[in-house]
């Protein structure tokens, strides 16, 4: 069975051209820029180097970026994970809403959020003031202080959609007959879980912990706004040296020492996945999913529809009724001011214009990040190696794992990479590629896109493809009839991933200096820049429009299918 | 197969809007920021012209008769984001001289600096603006700037011209001060603080927010006009204060937008604590930006004596321009009373030209302290990464 796996993959060189284009892309846009940015930060000597490996504070700050990232990974598994399952087993009027309003927080920009909690939980916050109202309160009864709870909540919030769509959606497809059987057996309802499904979950349970931890150990927002200056991770204490110090020998420690640990964390989870993948069949999941019957599964489906309602969707809505509430009560003038270049600025941009940015350089992103992420996890997923425990599974792995680094790389060493590298007059005239902004973004899509397709590919039963070939469909099209449908849930979810991380990322469009093309998390920020109430309502009335954009993007691109394919 | 052809041709139509961004799509007038002629242009204009290629933009309005060889070419101006002028101030510029305009937003002014230090071997602009004086000192050293005597110095005073060679010119200047919530205040029954020495009393605990200042630059300012008022040396110095300030619970957020918005109770955020770093004009933006809701503002300055820090902003010629001759046209508008008398109400800023008018909400509501804390750009750059430090250690850990 190892030998004949996919027939268009079978292990001709010739088969590895893409993914060794997609890795040849990594190398020009990832690890050249890294390099030119290493290469100026030590160009004085390595004393700085030497001096950021021997103070404790980097040691605690790494504890702690590692200890909140395994914490937040571990809560966001525990809410989420049943989540999933009722996502992949359960049919409920609202499911469809539901999953593409779990997936806005992931693109809202922290100050934003920060605001939102604010409208809500905050001193005179809708829950205060209602609170105050009806028990006829002086003062606020809540208030929620800023710290390691907060920053929990928050990567929970941000986080959640990860487990939903790449666990339920890997399970969405899994025959529950192998459950079913179990119990037949006399296994219990637990045993079954624990012994049969968790163990064919657990590449895909395995590659949204390892998403999780890497976005939550870099995390950079959250820690600085929710958690008070007074917690740091090693990205903030980059940002610190690079903006106000321009210390960039410290900064490029740090920003090692930060991607060594992402590597050394994705070796291991390569390690494990590589073999923990069961080939299967796999469902459409019309027969996976049905209605909840009883009152334990309605039970069970309300409890997790009440968490995304209360956890991810009370905050956004607080902000959608703040951004409605004018200085007279209820009003869309916020929303028509947007309209308006009120003090006649040459920078004015129209919503439309920032909205239509946004989606410009998000579908950009995610064409780029499936056009090379696609390749390189049939490249993983088929290693040409007779032993996965020879060196040639080792290089395997290590690939697997450098594809997931920029990820794990600083956002603001990366953005200076990229600076640098291109300031030499050859190559000055690459500084305002529009391209830029979408590959930049892609690089931070990859890993959403590989991890989710992997455990699909490694899952795929190659007696599938095999069939096909015997009853004489080419290589092409059993490819195009046979595993695009069986794959193409697992595609979705990586587009919905790439298209959402360049929706919310405005980091990588600050970093590299652009001419003005605003996207709306951008604008969002410029308009918090100033005082006023005027910049406060628009503010929150571009955040819904994020938000809007942001749900109506997901729900179409759930809507593409594949020939023949019924998910 | 009918699936099929409807996933090529959305697949097509994702390609089409992805390429839509590499080719130059026709520019409406709301990101006309390079052209502020061009808002009713045709749709020719390129979208991103190259700041060091010979520009091919083409004037998408009828370019002054009398305007010399420079017509046409483009001139392309680096700064931060909260930078903004009106669209006839840039038209008028753009009629005078026949050049067009384009202007990079890079960040934060920190973050602009940094960028246009590691890019000085192929600079990405002609001009930036935006170093203020607390960078002054890196700027320089840094010797990315080509120096300019421009005859319009002449009317702007001496204390904001702090470059004596001339690479970084003043033009505009604000003041980093507390502000406080008048309403709140009021209802606690409390007067405002009348020195920093008071925010250390009981009644102040917990009432103050200000920004981490190695992260911010209000929050960095206020730093600096504690470390002038209270000094270095002595019984009790800097240090001392922020221990006190700490001791009484002083809160400390990352950024000035969080500062203001979600932890002061004046703003539109409603958060919880009355006292805010943030500017002297932040009273005056609360009533211009109220929509004619309010005719006093919800605000007010706390100007104690040592509590306020000026940030005067300049503007310089960047090494490598192929447009030097252009670029000091652009400088000498900016110090022209045209430039100058549009700062107010585009930046809430002071024009640096003292005899360009300001805007009645600014007369009426933006108050100058008197006695702004006296550190200069080189004792600032000196002390910084020290200073920031022990801060940290003070206050954060």
Redesign the interface.
């Known amino acids: 069975m190892k030998t004949l796996r996919l027939s268009v993959l079978a292990s001709k060189p010739i088969r590895l051209l893409p993914g060794g284009l997609a890795l040849a892309f990594l190398l020009v846009f990832f690890f050249y820029p890294l390099g030119a940015i290493l290469g100026l930060s030590f160009a004085e000597g390595l004393a700085g180097f030497w001096a950021v490996l021997r103070d404790d504070y980097t040691w605690r700050v790494l504890g702690f970026s590692a200890a909140q990232a395994a914490l937040s990974t571990l809560l966001t598994l525990l809410v989420g994970l049943p989540g999933a399952y009722v996502f992949a087993r359960y049919h409920f009027p609202g499911r469809e809403v539901l999953r593409a309003v779990a997936g806005v927080p992931f693109v809202m920009p922290t100050v934003v959020v920060a605001a939102a909690l604010g409208a809500l939980l905050g001193p005179r916050g809708l829950i205060n003031l209602g609170l105050q109202a009806l028990f006829d309160l002086p003062q606020p009864p809540l208030r929620i202080p800023n710290g390691l709870g907060l920053v929990l909540l928050a990567h929970t919030f941000y986080n959640y959609t990860v487990v939903l769509r790449m666990v339920g959606g890997f399970w969405a497809n899994l025959d529950p007959r192998l459950e079913q059987a179990a119990a037949l057996l006399g296994a219990s309802r637990w045993r079954a879980i624990r012994e049969v499904t968790l163990p064919l979950l657990a590449p895909a349970i395995g590659a949204a912990a390892l998403l999780i931890f890497i976005f939550t150990f870099t995390s950079f927002g959250v820690v600085m706004i929710l958690g008070g200056p007074r917690m740091a991770t090693l990205e903030v204490v980059i940002y610190r040296q690079t903006a106000q110090l321009l210390r960039l020998d410290l900064a490029a420690t740090l920003a090692l020492l930060q991607a060594g640990c992402t590597l050394l964390l994705s070796l291991i989870y390569t390690r494990l996945a590589a073999r923990s993948a069961i080939p299967l069949d796999r469902l459409p999941r019309t027969a996976v999913a049905r209605r909840p019957q009883g009152v334990a599964q309605h039970l069970l489906v309300g409890a997790n529809v009440l968490v995304i309602l209360v956890l991810l969707a009370t905050p956004l809505v607080a902000l959608v009724v703040r951004s409605l509430l004018g200085p007279e009560g209820l009003s869309l003038g916020y929303y028509l001011a947007l309209g308006e270049n009120r003090s006649n600025s040459a920078f004015f941009v129209a919503p439309l214009t920032a909205l239509s940015n946004s989606l410009r350089i998000a579908s950009a992103t995610a064409i780029i990040a499936l056009l090379v992420g696609i390749p390189a996890a049939y490249l993983l997923g088929n290693a040409p190696c007779k032993q996965p425990r020879s060196w040639c599974g080792a290089i395997f792995n290590l690939i697997d794992a450098l594809f997931m680094l920029p990820l794990g790389t600083s956002a603001v060493t990366l953005g200076l990479g990229y600076l640098v590298a291109l300031s030499t007059p050859q190559l000055a005239g690459l500084r305002s590629w529009p391209w830029l902004i979408p590959l930049a973004h892609s690089l931070v899509a990859l890993p959403f896109v590989i991890r989710a397709l992997l455990p699909t590919l490694r899952g795929l039963n190659p007696r599938l493809a095999e069939a096909a070939a015997l009853l004489g469909a080419s290589p092409w099209r059993t490819w195009l009839w046979i595993e695009l449908p069986l794959i193409m849930p697992a595609i979705i979810t990586g587009a919905v991933f790439a298209f959402t991380v360049s929706l919310g990322e405005f980091g990588a469009s600050l970093l590299l200096v652009r001419p003005d093309a605003p996207t709306l998390p951008v604008m969002i920020f410029r308009l918090l820049g100033q005082p006023g109430a005027i910049n406060y309502g628009q503010a929150l009335a571009m955040s819904s429009i994020l938000m809007l954009t942001t749900a109506v993007s997901f729900i179409a691109l759930e809507r593409i299918r594949p020939p023949g394919a019924e998910m | 197969?009918k699936?099929?052809i409807?996933?090529l041709t959305?697949t097509l139509l994702?390609?089409a809007?992805?390429?839509?961004?590499?080719?130059?799509t026709p520019v409406?007038s709301?990101?006309?920021?390079?052209y502020?002629a061009a808002s009713d242009a045709p749709t020719s204009i390129p979208?991103?012209?190259?700041?060091?290629?010979a520009p091919t933009s083409v004037p998408a309005y009828p370019v002054a008769t009398d305007a010399p060889a420079s017509a046409g070419q483009t001139l392309v101006i680096?700064t931060h984001?909260?930078?903004?002028?009106?669209?006839?101030?840039?038209a008028a510029f753009t009629a005078q001289t026949g050049i067009l305009v384009?202007?990079?937003?890079?960040?934060?002014a920190?973050?602009v600096l940094?960028?246009a230090?590691?890019?000085?071997?192929?600079p990405?602009a002609d001009l930036l603006f935006g170093v203020d004086n607390t960078f002054l000192s890196?700027a320089l050293e840094a010797d990315i700037f080509l120096s300019y005597d421009s005859p319009a110095l002449a009317a702007i005073p001496a204390e904001l011209r702090l470059d004596a060679s001339n690479r970084l010119l003043p033009v505009d200047y604000g003041y980093v001060t507390i502000n406080y919530d008048t309403a709140t205040l009021e209802s606690a029954g409390l007067t405002p603080p009348t020195s920093l020495e008071d925010l250390t009393k009981p009644e102040w605990r917990g009432k103050l927010v200000v920004e981490?200042?190695?992260?911010s630059s209000p929050g960095?300012a206020f730093l600096l006009a504690t470390i002038s008022h209270f000094g270095e040396e002595g019984d009790y110095t800097w240090k001392e204060y922020w221990r006190d300030l700490r001791a009484n619970e002083v809160?400390?957020?990352?950024?000035?937008?969080?500062a203001?918005?979600?932890q002061f109770?004046g703003?539109?955020?409603?958060?919880?604590y009355p006292l805010v770093v943030?500017?002297a004009t932040?009273p005056a933006?609360?009533v211009?930006?109220?929509?004619g809701?309010l005719s006093a503002p919800p605000t007010g300055n706390l100007l104690v004596p040592g509590g306020s820090f000026r940030q005067i902003e300049f503007v310089g010629i960047l090494k490598g321009t192929q447009h030097e001759d252009l670029a000091r046209q652009f400088v000498d508008f900016m110090l022209s009373e045209t430039f100058q008398a549009d700062i107010p109400?585009?930046m809430?800023v002071y024009p640096a030209l003292p005899s360009a008018p300001q805007p009645e909400v600014f007369t009426q509501f933006a108050e100058v302290p008197s006695q702004p804390a006296g550190l200069t750009p080189e004792q600032i750059e000196a002390g910084?990464?020290i200073w920031?430090s022990e801060w940290m250690e003070i206050v954060?850990?």
Do not use: H
């Open positions: 197969m699936r099929l409807a996933l959305l994702l390609t809007c992805g390429q839509s961004a590499a080719t130059p409406p709301a990101t006309a920021a390079a502020p979208a991103y012209p190259v700041a060091t290629d680096m984001d909260s930078f903004s002028v009106s669209e006839e101030v840039l384009q202007v990079l937003k890079a960040g934060d920190g973050t940094n960028q230090i590691l890019s000085k071997n192929a990405l890196r981490d200042p190695s992260t960095l809160f400390v957020s990352s950024g000035w937008s969080d203001y918005y979600t109770s703003s539109s955020g409603a958060g919880a943030s500017y932040s933006a609360e211009y930006f109220s929509e809701a109400l585009q809430f910084r990464e920031l954060l850990r």
